[in-house]
């Protein structure tokens, strides 16, 4: 099997980062022991199944504005790169109820 074009490794990290995102963000800010005390061993809480919906982070949101600037400039374009950050800010604020103030 021939090894991967680099576009296809650049897409499975994109993926592992926001499913890596989204698996880790309930548990973001808490400490390991708070975590063990909430959910036990990784072994035990991996296999119980949530009903909860998981949701990535800004984390992610700002990996999306990185490779689309990527995409369109071919490098990190400083102003492309902000004006992106900005609309997923925007975009995912109002969302999600929040109200942003312009300016």
């Not at 680099?6 to 975590?35: M, N, S, Y």
């Not at 071919?74 to 975009?91: H, K, N, Q, S, Y």
Request: proline share 7%; net charge negative.
């Amino acid at each position: 099997m021939p090894p991967p074009f680099a576009e296809e490794r650049f897409v499975g990290c994109l993926l592992g980062l926001a499913v890596g995102d989204a698996l880790g963000a309930p548990f973001e800010g808490l400490t390991g022991t708070l975590i063990y005390d909430m959910r036990g061993l990784p072994e035990q809480f991996l296999n119980i199944p949530s009903a909860e919906p998981l949701y990535y982070t800004d984390d992610t949101e700002m990996m999306i504005g990185v490779a689309e600037t990527l995409v369109e400039c071919g490098e990190i374009d400083e102003t492309v790169l902000m004006r992106r950050w900005a609309a997923r800010f925007v975009g995912r604020c109002t969302a999600s109820g929040a109200s942003v103030k312009a300016g």
